[in-house]
């Protein structure tokens, strides 16, 4: 069964940082692309980064790029997001999710329970 | 970037009907579009893929359709399990966007 569990949420002051973690299991993680989607409070879905298998490529929506880093750690079997200069903007929940397998295949068929993060003074 | 344009809003009807929700792409977005349900307090969860690939496990009254820059998503005879929000996703191309969402009730 596959599984993804984010942890690394919580509160944080405008300007700081924060780094997010996913932990998977039940499939082989070194396979799949690796992703993450955002929802701010009552609000819809916003994708924020996605990884390569080897973590050689990384790709970001223009509104994290430059402040968001996603990678990967294959040994481990794990997923990270770190968050810099955060924004109010940037509260919301935090998916970790599952690409299918292969490159260019790039909807999400696995999501993660999420973690919240809230961006507040 | 691609804009996604979902309606309704929201929706409400009774079981065993038959509902649709449309989601409108800026362009064509070549079959590249995924479906999601998400219900109340919980993740989102996959139901379609490539416009009308329906993903494992997901019940058959689940069904997408369309091309071009006009999808669809069916459920046939509303269950009460369906209860819940759902959004449409095009992965054509980077930055891979959403719909707003529909919110679907029981009448």
């Known amino acids: 069964e596959v599984q993804l569990v984010e942890s690394g949420g919580g509160l944080v002051q405008p300007g700081r940082s924060l780094k997010l973690s996913c932990a998977a299991s039940?499939?082989?993680?070194?396979?799949?692309?690796m992703a993450w989607v955002r929802q701010a409070p009552k609000k819809g879905l916003e994708w924020v980064a996605t990884i390569s298998t080897s973590g050689s490529r990384t790709y970001y929506p223009d509104s994290v790029k430059g402040r968001f880093t996603i990678s990967r750690d294959n040994a481990k079997s794990s997923l990270y997001l770190q968050m810099n200069s955060l924004k109010s903007e940037d509260t919301a929940t935090y998916y970790c999710a599952r690409h299918p397998l292969g490159a260019g295949y790039n909807w999400f068929a696995y999501w993660g329970q999420g973690t919240l993060v809230t961006v507040s003074s | 970037d691609i804009q996604m344009t979902q309606s309704p809003a929201s929706l409400s009807a009774s079981l065993g009907e038959t509902v649709t929700i449309e989601c409108r792409a800026s362009e064509d977005i070549y079959n590249g579009l995924a479906w999601y349900q998400q219900k109340p307090g919980k993740s989102p969860q996959l139901l379609i893929y490539n416009a009308n690939s329906l993903h494992t496990g997901v019940p058959s009254r689940f069904s997408g359709s369309g091309s071009g820059t006009q999808y669809s998503l069916k459920i046939n005879s509303l269950q009460s399990e369906d209860v819940a929000s759902y959004f449409c996703q095009q992965y054509y191309d980077y930055p891979f966007t959403f719909g707003s969402g529909t919110k679907l009730e029981i009448k």
């Open positions: 039940g499939f082989t993680f070194s396979n799949y692309y």
